[in-house]
């Protein structure tokens, strides 16, 4: 079975603080992707990554980057928390078969 | 514009009342069609992937098919544990790359 792990399940932080959120995967997958989740906008893609310190940006990448310095390992940073970036963020990873795989999520709130 | 519709939004259902949701979807070069479906606070759980018009797979009470602009997910005889909100997301591109759509919020009373 594939894992993918999230750092936190929820996670509260105020305006203007640096964020990470870790994602972790156990299947050396190459492609891995970090999406936000609204309510009314459903999931929308921020970055993904398709090799190790390789990284394309998604359709809402404004105000984050991302790490990957390890193939299992992919980090979205909020280098300025805002409260517009409030949200549930889910990672997931990709294998061959372009079927994704979703971590649990990270229920963001920014005060 | 690619675009991905799901309907209905929301559907309620009595326990067996068998039902279908729709995804339809407007893209150039599909590669996969994918059915997730998602518990409230959780991250989406993979169901399905179809890859071709005419495909259909099956799992428990639930059947998804493919046309070659919509897909429908057939849910027979539900119970109340198949209560979620179901995602039908596509990707077009070798990155893998998924546009979701809506989302159907499906309700399933005993």
């Known amino acids: 079975d594939v894992k993918v792990t999230q750092s936190s399940r929820y996670l509260v932080k105020r305006t203007g603080e640096k964020v990470f959120l870790e994602c972790v995967q156990d299947?050396?997958?190459?492609?891995m992707f970090w999406y936000r989740q609204d309510p009314g906008l459903g999931l929308r893609l921020i970055y993904f990554?398709?090799?190790?310190?390789?990284?394309e940006k998604g359709d809402i990448p404004e105000g984050y980057s991302v790490s990957r310095e390890k193939k299992e390992r992919f980090s979205l940073i909020l280098e300025s928390a805002s409260t517009n970036q409030t949200s549930m963020y889910l990672c997931?990873?990709?294998?061959?078969?372009?079927?994704?795989?979703f971590g649990p999520g990270t229920r963001l709130t920014v005060l | 514009e690619d675009q991905v519709t799901q309907s209905p939004e929301a559907l309620r259902l009595q326990e067996g009342e068998s039902s279908s949701l729709n995804c339809s979807y407007t893209?150039?070069?599909?590669?996969?069609l994918f059915w997730y479906r998602q518990d409230p606070g959780k991250g989406p759980e993979f169901l399905f992937t179809?890859?071709?018009a005419g495909e259909e797979k099956e799992k428990e009470r639930l059947k998804a098919t493919l046309t070659k602009k919509e897909s429908f997910l057939h849910i027979t005889a539900p119970k109340p544990e198949d209560s979620a909100t179901y995602l039908c997301?596509?990707?077009?591109?070798?990155?893998?790359?998924?546009?979701f759509g809506a989302g159907t919020q499906v309700v399933v009373t005993p």
């Open positions: 997931a990873s990709k294998e061959s078969t372009d079927t994704q795989y």
């Open positions: 299947m050396d997958h190459e492609n």
């Open positions: 990554s398709y090799d190790v310190k390789m990284k």
């Open positions: 893209v150039s070069g599909l590669r996969g």
């Open positions: 179809l890859y071709s």
């Open positions: 997301a596509v990707t077009t591109d070798s990155w893998g790359k998924l546009q």
